[in-house]
């Protein structure tokens, strides 16, 4: 892959959906991404401003702001072949 991914994930506080998602979005970057991305995460009770901005309204959203177009999955990423789809970093047909 040559494009290089910049991915925000919008969570909620130290909460177990939020940790999933974390930990589902790590392990999908580290075994589909190589080192072609960059997270953030960005805590919306810290930084609710962020949230605003992005007009993230539910938790956990992962957003993919480069390249374009952005693309938003909300949930905890726990299904990879819907997340890489939602990404727009495969074909619809190896979806299934």
Request: proline residues 5%; charged residues 25%.
């Amino acid at each position: 892959m040559s494009k290089h991914l910049l991915l925000k994930l919008y969570i909620t506080g130290n909460t177990a959906n939020s940790q999933r998602a974390i930990a589902n979005l790590l392990r999908l970057c580290h075994e589909e991404l190589n080192d072609q991305y960059s997270v953030e995460i960005i805590d919306v009770l810290e930084q609710p401003q962020e949230a605003e901005k992005a007009k993230v309204l539910v938790t956990p959203t992962l957003v993919k702001e480069l390249p374009p177009p952005i693309q938003r999955i909300i949930g905890d990423l726990s299904n990879t072949k819907k997340v890489l789809f939602g990404l727009d970093l495969i074909d619809e047909s190896l979806k299934s």
